[in-house]
């Protein structure tokens, strides 16, 4: 199974990069995702730190979430392509904390132990849902190597880098912060939010695709999309 997903997702990735307005829009896609946190007041809350080296981790994880933006923002520039700020509804971040349960802002009066749990949960939703935007980049550098838009690729290359990063620091960071036994349940609930997240996105974003590009799309590659959907749908169900 993990085979035909893998060419599938490859297929999905170089049609998209056979155009510029389509591969625009994914960019753009991918670009929205780096400014969520930018637009929420609950991600990287580093005053709420239990050590200063965590806090320090925070702040450097924020900071190279701005510097994503930037990249984005270049790589639509070397397409020509306009930057196109998403409503948050199609922002993957936002999809996958509608399946989330609980919160995690920090407010000034929440005790020690309040606070770490709420950490401990945001750095959960932060580590799945990097890993899966980071498979993303992979199958879209390579579409892009693929292809001859190098450049492109180079500044995916750089965001991936980081994103493997903090896939790695925000999972120890929950096992540092919780018993083990509270931290495999916090990761659990948070994989599976992000599972059931993916499947909603992918659904949504396939729809927002056709209806808007459905005039300078030819019908076979059209019916490609609705069968790349529906079997990474399917799959979704067994990953
Ligand atoms: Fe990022
Ligand atoms: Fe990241």
Redesign the pocket.
């Known amino acids: 199974m993990a085979n035909v997903i893998d060419s599938v997702k490859g297929r999905f990735h170089r049609e998209l990069v056979a155009n510029p307005v389509t591969h625009g829009w994914v960019l753009n896609l991918y670009r929205s995702?780096?400014r969520y946190p930018q637009r929420v007041c609950d991600y990287f809350q580093s005053d709420f730190a239990p050590t200063q080296e965590l806090a320090a981790q925070l702040r450097q994880h924020a900071a190279?979430?701005d510097k994503?933006v930037r990249l984005f923002s270049q790589a639509l520039k070397t397409l020509e392509q306009p930057v196109i700020e998403a409503d948050l509804g199609d922002v993957f971040n936002e999809v996958v904390r509608s399946f989330t349960p609980g919160t995690f802002h920090i407010m000034e009066g929440d005790p020690a132990e309040v606070r770490r749990r709420k950490l401990a949960n945001f750095l959960a939703h932060a580590h799945h849902l990097?890993k899966r935007?980071a498979q993303s980049f992979a199958y879209h550098m390579d579409a892009c190597e693929r292809s001859g838009k190098s450049e492109i690729a180079r500044l995916v290359s750089r965001?991936k880098t980081?994103?493997d990063r903090h896939v790695q620091y925000t999972r120890a960071t929950v096992f540092d912060l919780l018993t083990h036994r509270e931290a495999q349940a916090v990761m659990d609930q948070h994989r599976r939010a992000e599972a059931r997240a993916n499947l909603s996105f992918s659904q949504r974003q396939v729809r927002a695709f056709l209806a808007q590009f459905a005039a300078t799309t030819p019908k076979h590659r059209q019916w490609l999309f609705r069968i790349c959907a529906t079997i990474m749908e399917t799959a979704g169900q067994y990953v």
């Open positions: 995702g780096e190279d979430e994503h990097e935007v965001t980081d994103e």
